[in-house]
């Protein structure tokens, strides 16, 4: 619709029905959620609203370390088949219901229902099953050593929800719409496409945040959400006009965060259809464009050029160097594998809203790959049903190219592996490029249960140039995480993890 460039309606539009109250929060975002429910999450702006309401055993701090949640303590057996956790005691539910280990169990049971859809069950696949060893003690069986599993715990797709919660209305076990969790605060209503909105939970067991409501706003526009913000509508943003940034910057009415990221962004390229297939093709779609001029011109320097398949922050990263744009050699490789200039188009989906500058990102792409005689054909979608079309499976995924961002939940490089794992091609998970390589998949498990860092962090190494040769991707670059408040708040930060901290913010003195 195009009327929502106009500001002053599209502010009517959000504002309707919302409470303006002081204790209000109002966080403006990009995305509307595909699901509350934990376990099918598929992106982390979706995750940070989900812990609000709903929280993971183990949690990760503003430097990445792992820190008490749910669980106070846990311990590894030395031969790496046994995790062993403590929950914390006189917790309880937004619906009263106590936390206990047969609750754990149920959520991990969950979790690994093959019946229940989990984009990203991928970290998880080694718990052979889960024991309530008593009332406060938790035990994972492994069927091999998985050295990250405690930070795969830290992940919004293991919150840890009511069983009771599935009787409400809406809910069922196989889908939660109505999300029951032990976080600061309650789920009290959605309007799809327009707002989410959460209430602070009297009975939460730890430190009571400051504001009796948190609303969501959902704003594709980064334009829209920046007007908002400085008319005093909403207290926060996430990924203002990036060309914006440094008037943003010099505004003492606000204040810009930049959160630390771990977020590749690339052109996901569909290796199951022809000529897409051939890895000429992709590595030539990658010399095509010049991702450096994206990144100053139209990202206005928020990026870093990626030289690996994974962000420098992660274990097991190494610089394999780039695609550096040479246009003359993506011709010459469309030649090789038979591409004509002219005969070839594309159908190339991106999102707006979900990325920095995603969708002008997209069109510039676009207008690289026309220039060795490629035709793609940019187009855009709400994020849910984006997220719809890219995780069909492979017989009726009609994709072609599409703009997609990886940021792992923990700091390791078996989460950013598990885009390149044929176990995680849709609709099981989110590799959707639908890449296979027998050795980098070989690679990939023997990294995965080896316990020694220097030799885990070798194998991840290896697969990665493999991965970087094969080019199921076009590498763009690692984003960084832009936020903007009002600096009538504070205690707003960012996490490692590409997610914003703002549950504890408060007004500034």
């Known amino acids: 619709m195009r009327g929502i460039t106009k500001p002053l309606l599209v502010l009517a539009m ?16 990009g995305v509307d959620a595909d699901s509350l429910d934990p376990v099918q999450g598929t992106t982390t702006t979706i995750d940070n609203i989900i812990d609000y309401m709903a929280q993971t055993l183990i949690g990760i701090d503003e430097t ?10 846990w311990s590894t057996s030395e031969d790496g088949l046994t995790m062993d956790l403590t929950l914390r005691e006189g917790v ?20 690994l229902d093959p019946n229940v859809n989990v984009p990203r069950r991928g970290p998880y696949a080694p718990i052979e099953s889960v024991e309530a060893v008593d009332d406060l003690h938790v035990r994972l069986h492994l069927s091999q050593p998985a050295p990250y599993m405690a930070g ?13 919660s599935i009787d409400l209305e809406g809910n069922s076990y196989e889908n939660i719409t109505h999300l029951v969790g032990t976080g600061p605060y309650t789920f009290t209503s959605r309007s799809f496409g327009e707002r989410i909105v959460v209430t602070r939970f009297e009975d939460y067991w730890g430190e009571k945040p400051y504001y009796d409501e948190v609303v969501f706003h959902i704003v594709p526009e980064a334009t829209t959400r ?20 440094p008037a943003l910057e010099a505004n003492p009415a606000v204040e810009v965060v930049f959160g630390p990221s771990n977020r590749t962004i690339f ?9 897409l297939d051939d890895a000429r093709v992709r590595q030539a779609l990658n010399y095509a464009v010049d991702k450096e001029a994206i990144v100053q011109g139209i990202l206005f320097g928020a990026a870093d050029v990626m030289d690996a398949p994974m962000a420098e922050s992660l274990f097991g990263y190494t610089s394999i160097g780039a695609y550096p744009y040479d246009p003359e050699r993506a011709r010459e490789l469309l030649a090789e594998a038979g591409v004509e200039p002219g005969e070839l188009t594309l159908d190339f989906m991106s999102p707006t809203g979900r990325y920095v500058q995603d969708f002008p990102a997209s069109q510039a792409i676009a207008n690289y790959l026309a220039d060795v005689g490629i035709t793609a054909n940019v187009r855009t979608m709400d994020w849910p049903t984006y997220v719809g079309t890219m995780t069909q499976p492979v017989d009726s995924n009609e994709t072609q190219l599409h703009l997609l961002g990886w940021a792992p939940a923990f700091m390791d490089a078996s989460q950013q592996m ?3 794992q044929q176990s995680q091609h849709p609709p099981a998970g989110l590799a959707t490029s639908f890449y296979t390589n027998p050795e980098v998949e070989d690679l990939i498990a023997r990294a995965n249960a080896t316990v020694a860092d220097a030799e885990r962090a070798d194998l991840y190494a290896q697969a990665a140039r493999l991965i970087w040769e094969d080019a199921p991707w076009i590498f763009l670059w690692v984003q960084r995480f832009p936020m903007v408040h009002s600096a009538d708040v504070t205690n707003i930060s960012g996490l490692p993890n590409e997610k914003f901290y703002a549950i504890y913010a408060r007004p500034a003195d």
Do not use: C, Y
């Open 418 to 420: 598990l885009q390149f």
């Open 152 to 164: 795969a715990l830290t992940q919004t797709t293991a919150a840890i929800v009511s069983p009771a």
């Open 267 to 275: 052109i996901v390229i569909n290796t199951s259809k022809p000529p």
């Open 64 to 73: 990445g370390a792992l820190v008490p949640l749910l669980a106070t303590e």
């Open 14 to 29: 959000l504002l309707a029905g919302t409470s303006l109250a002081q204790e209000t929060f109002r966080i403006a975002i």
């Open 226 to 245: 920046e007007s908002l913000l400085l008319s005093g509508q909403v207290d926060m943003i996430i990924l203002p006009p990036a060309s914006d940034i």
């Open 92 to 111: 309880v539910f937004h619906d009263g219901t106590p936390l206990t280990a047969d609750v754990v169990v149920w959520n991990f049971e969950r979790l």
